[in-house]
């Protein structure tokens, strides 16, 4: 059975996690739209809380939001305890991302980030293990 995997963007994230969805698809995984359906104009909190709620209920254990820069979604995703969202911009942040901060929600930047780099990102990133060691204490201070 393919993971599922939940994803959610405001207006400005909505072209990005259009691709990005058919990616997962392509990829693999199971995917679940949390929305938004559209370019009309929204409030990211309200996406960054529908990603929180989908992973405190288990429905999925990792997931992707985009915004126009990444960083609101990723704000206000972060403000859930269980949640461990990392904006990243390349390769390298998507991976360490995972391996040193055992992040679970991908941020991206639908107006900073273009799709063959995040498509890249949600690769590395759903590749990548956790390294835990050193690096779970850390994890453990702050989820």
Do not use: W
Request: a neutral charge.
């Amino acid at each position: 059975m393919a993971e599922k995997i939940a994803i959610a963007s405001d207006h400005a994230g909505f072209e990005l996690k259009t691709q990005l969805k058919q990616e997962l698809g392509q990829l693999g995984f199971d995917v679940l739209d949390l929305g938004t359906d559209g370019p009309a104009s929204v409030d990211y909190p309200d996406f960054a809380g529908k990603m929180a709620e989908a992973l405190a209920a288990g429905t999925v254990q990792r997931g992707v939001l985009v915004c126009g820069s990444g960083i609101g979604i990723s704000m206000a995703a972060n403000r859930h305890k269980h949640v461990r969202a990392a904006l990243c911009h390349d390769h390298l942040t998507a991976k360490l991302s995972r391996q040193h901060n055992n992040a679970n929600v991908l941020c991206l930047g639908g107006r900073t980030t273009g799709p063959d780099v995040a498509k890249d990102c949600l690769r590395v990133f759903l590749e990548t293990d956790f390294e835990g060691g050193r690096h779970q204490n850390r994890v453990a201070k702050f989820s």
